[in-house]
């Protein structure tokens, strides 16, 4: 039974997340020592280090559209010291796959050469693995012009389509024994996808992705709106195209928030739940992030302590969050609490930064 109803102060919750995080992400094991003729053999002390987690704790390198790339892709004491500082604090790495990135001009790819600025991507993959890290790929396809190839603008739509089954095949033929979660499309909040020329379903393009390789691990990646109806258009389109969906992903970028508002924690932690019971699929929280100073503009008629709402994730409409300024100090306490509400939850896999 969930108790998190009964739960009155911020104190109670972190009490509560402990429990959880003590039931769903510890165990016990035991170390039998033996001789060489497979005696047990008395040992007074051992030493034991945790290397790895099942749980992701992930970062994005090379941010949006590569605008950190010369420390994600390059090689230099700056991108030596960027890299062990990733090493150091996270054991996943999500790299920014978007198609202008690896394909910004038709024909020419930034797999193992810097194209236009961009690339090589190959170093960033060398370096996650050297990490051993678990590697995301966001995304195949991102349906906005920004960050999509300019020539999809002057193809016909036939041409865009045969150009995006071509780039899709491409990557994930390339990249399979390397990527251990895709993103096929991202913010996908339209039936059929468009960006230039290109009109197409989602669902076909997490066919090509499972076509290439059988065992990909496919997240639905949302944006600001989680409404449950974003998932199950997802889930409906791959399953036209006979593909699954492994994960729900969810995007929340907080622009205002209240660290203290135990309401929108409360909320969340119910809307996993909810999520849990309507598709029995796991949950990734892809990307998070939140801000340091106030934002620019006025949320006066969206704000909300409810995190579902349709481009309202992450703002609450306290007196305390309307007072409050957004410091570094209040940034840090609010993720310490976001990261630690999702690895308690047991059917959250991840956090990204």
Known sequence: MNHIENIASLAELDNFLDAQIEQNRKGDFEVLFLDQLGELSNVSKISVEQTDHDFTFGICPNGHIS????????????????????????????????????????????YKKEVNGYGPMENMIKRAKELNHKITAHAVLYPRN?????????????????????????LVEAYKDDIDFWHPVNEAYAGIQEVGALKVNEGLVYKWVRDVDPSAQLVDNGGYTIHPEFYEKGIKNAHLYGADVDYLGIRGYFEYYNAESLLFYKKLWNHFDHLTSLYGKKIKFTEIGACSKNPSRSYDECMTDDPTVDMGLGLAKTDAAVDAMMTEETQAIFLEKMYKLMFAHSNVYECSY
């Open 146 to 170: 920004d960050v999509s190839p300019d020539f999809l603008h002057h193809c016909t739509p036939e041409e865009a389509l045969k150009f995006l089954e071509r780039h899709t095949k491409k």
């Open 67 to 110: 605008m950190t790339n010369a420390l994600a892709c390059g090689v230099s004491n700056e991108a030596e010291l960027y890299w062990k500082l990733i090493g150091e604090l996270f054991n996943a790495t999500t790299l920014w796959f978007g198609w202008r990135v690896l394909e910004p001009l038709e024909g020419q790819w930034t």
